[in-house]
């Protein structure tokens, strides 16, 4: 089977979403040479996966996860947002996304966290979340009540994509090879919540555009997908302070866009990427308190803001980034994010 999927897509045909059920069902299958299933993989990445590719298997995959039983009111009458990014940019950042999904909730916009441990970072989300004393391992049930009632729920990914198991030896093969497949790119669009609203870091320019219109394929009303030049060091599955940041971007009401510019409307601190810089899940949650209790106002507190300005925007919490600037820049100076996070430590 495999072998004559990795000839279709090395001959350039694109694997429709009929397929996808089928597909998902033999890469899991360990009666299949793990070996066969990789080399599919990689040749798929080889000849690139189309936006159209990548939605499909993602929605299918979508459909195997554990729901999260949000009502269809609370759906239906605000935006529930996600802020993660792909990972795999190697510039050792700390955890910038996630204390961004911490503002976010505190300024009343319902954030679904779908994340998972670390794998190319040293603090995933999931390992910076847990040091900081927020529960992991939270039921579809008590999720649904936390995003709900204190805005805020962190969703496990294993604990909510069981497809995912037989799949995992074959993405441990092709990353011993070195090479990146679709599901390096699959992670941030399986939130089983299914967000209406996402803020997306990839950490390849050429993945912006072709990730968000695979969000707008899934069904988002809101998006931003976004990638930034750290001059002489690569890019950051971020906003970047440093650089030229690369942006595509999707409302219901304005359409598609694509662009590319600085930060230097913001009030930045002049920095690098030293300045940025994390270390394990406990110095990261250290960095992220220090930030919350204001002992820490530098570029660290500067890279947080730019991204919860793009994060409320596209939460429809504010009308531009300007305003999501002012806005996440007051929550840190009255402590009301920190007030959040001690609050989000008492969820079960």
């Known amino acids: 089977m495999f072998s004559e999927l990795a000839r279709t897509v090395a001959a350039g045909q694109e694997l429709g979403p009929e397929g996808m059920p089928g597909l998902v069902d033999a890469l899991g299958d360990a009666a299949q040479p793990v070996s066969e299933r990789a080399d599919f993989l990689i040749a798929w990445a080889i000849r690139g996966e189309t936006p159209a590719e990548v939605a499909a298997l993602a929605s299918e995959l979508r459909n195997r996860s554990v ?26 950042t700390f955890n910038i996304s996630t204390t961004v999904a911490l503002v976010c909730a505190a300024a009343g916009v319902p954030v679904a966290k779908h994340g998972n441990r670390a794998i190319t970072s040293k603090s995933g989300s999931a390992d910076v979340l847990e040091a900081l004393g927020i529960p992991l391992d939270l039921s579809p049930e008590a999720a649904a009540r936390a995003i709900e009632e204190v805005q805020f729920a962190f969703l496990f990914a294993p604990r909510f994509h069981p497809a995912f198991k037989g799949i995992a030896p074959v993405r441990a093969l092709c990353a011993e090879r070195g090479q990146r497949t679709i599901f390096n790119r699959l992670g941030p669009l399986l939130n089983p919540a299914r967000p209406s609203a996402q803020l997306l870091g990839v950490s390849r320019t050429e993945w912006v555009e072709p990730m968000a219109k695979t969000l707008q394929a899934l069904g988002l009303r809101r998006g931003m997908v976004v990638s930034g030049e750290v001059p002489g060091h690569g890019t950051l599955d971020e906003l970047s302070t440093l650089g030229t940041n690369h942006v595509a971007e999707f409302y219901q009401d304005r359409g598609f866009s694509a662009s590319s510019g600085s930060a230097s409307d913001f009030p930045l601190i002049p920095a690098t990427l030293a300045d940025l810089e994390g ?49 996440a820049e007051k929550l840190l100076q009255d402590r009301t994010v920190l007030k959040t996070l001690e609050s989000l430590r008492q969820t079960r």
């Open 279 to 327: 270390g394990s899940a406990a110095d990261n949650a250290a960095i992220i308190v220090r930030i919350l209790d204001g002992a820490d106002r530098g570029p660290r507190r500067d890279a947080v803001l730019l991204n919860a300005a793009a994060a409320l925007f596209v939460g429809a919490r504010v009308r531009s980034m300007s305003q999501g600037w002012d806005l």
């Open 67 to 92: 729901a999260v039983p949000l009502s269809e009111s609370f759906r239906q009458s605000r935006e529930i947002l996600d802020v993660c990014g792909t990972g795999g940019d190697r510039l050792n």
